[in-house]
């Protein structure tokens, strides 16, 4: 961060109540390509998000994104999600609400949670919110699509990309290999097996938190949940969803817990009759897409060996647990 973009952030927060002098900041984990920082001053604390800019023209604004969905959610669901404390599109500053919690860990996610997910889902979803989000012109979600034609082509993107980078160390190459003879193969026979239906029929269209899953919730000591991080939310297919969630790559939901999910959300009515059917006919390509994700280190300008190999040995034990989904 330059030291005008320090100047800009440190007067935005004066602005919020957080003196030059006494108030602190601590850099957070997690954030992707954004920084997260906790803001301290006495007993008072914040999240404040700094937004990277824009990766190019014509591409999300992420700051833009997230204040619009943030905002609508804190208006008219604000026990579920922290409170918007204030905005700043000159530093891209976001700040929220501190919220006291811990997010979840492997052996706390069991039905209870995973219903409380569905819960947050439903209750962003009933009839007369979608009304006010149509009004507010909530945005698509990053990655929406609304056909199977769609999903395909974002998952056919991702391999494209991988299979264009130009490494030629081992972890690169095998890298190209992997992608070629496994991801792009699997998508081959998934389109072949769908060549009886038509993959450029519409879905509906729900909200959706997009990047949703336990790493962005936080554990209340009351029981409640608070959910984080929107700068991806939109309008989005229903079966992408709930496919993205079940396949989280640090998470991907057990069996059990994944039929659960999804008939809960069958119940409320807000998600269609035909979800289930769906959902298990687009786990395949979000299978892909996924994998795809976990090798994004190879697509930085300057990747480092180490973490190169460290992704493709995830990516292929991952690959390993959600091909037969």
Not at 43 to 67: I, Q
Not at 99 to 125: H, Y
Not at 300 to 305: F, I, L, V
Request: charged residues 20%; negative net charge.
């Amino acid at each position: 961060m330059t030291t005008a973009d320090q100047c800009e952030v440190q007067a935005f927060l004066a602005v919020q109540g957080f003196s030059q002098s006494d108030a602190s900041r601590r850099k957070l984990a997690g954030g992707g390509r954004h920084e997260v920082y906790l803001v301290e001053e006495g007993e008072r604390k914040a999240v404040l998000k700094l937004h990277a800019p824009p990766r190019g023209t014509g591409t999300l604004d992420s700051f833009e994104h997230e204040l619009r969905c943030h905002r609508f959610l804190a208006a008219h669901l604000p026990e579920h999600v922290p409170a918007l404390l204030g905005s700043d599109s000159s530093s891209r500053a976001l700040l929220f609400e501190w919220v006291e919690g811990t997010r979840p860990c492997a052996e706390q996610i069991d039905l209870a949670l995973v219903g409380k997910m569905a819960s947050f889902l439903i209750a962003a979803n009933r009839p007369e919110l979608r009304v006010r989000a149509a009004e507010a012109d909530i945005p698509f979600a990053s990655e929406h699509g609304f056909s199977s034609w769609h999903h395909l082509r974002n998952a056919q993107q991702r391999i494209t990309a991988l299979l264009a980078t130009s490494g030629e160390d081992p972890n690169a190459r095998e890298m190209r290999d992997f992608v070629r003879d496994e991801l792009s193969s699997s998508l081959q026979v998934w389109q072949s097996r769908c060549h009886t239906q038509r993959l450029d029929d519409p879905t509906s269209q729900v909200f959706s938190p997009s990047d949703f899953g336990f790493h962005n919730v936080l554990l209340r000591g009351d029981g409640r949940c608070s959910f984080l991080d929107f700068e991806h939310a939109g309008w989005d297919d229903p079966a992408k969803l709930v496919a993205d969630f079940i396949l989280q790559p640090d998470f991907v939901l057990a069996p059990a817990l994944t039929a659960s999910f999804a008939e809960e959300l069958v119940r409320s009515g807000c998600f269609g009759h035909s979800l289930l059917g769906a959902v298990h006919s687009l786990l395949p390509v979000q299978a892909v897409k996924w994998t795809c994700i976990v090798l994004n280190p190879f697509l930085a300008p300057s990747p480092e060996a180490a973490a190169l190999g460290f992704r493709l040995e995830k990516a292929k034990v991952y690959w390993q647990k959600v091909r037969s989904l």
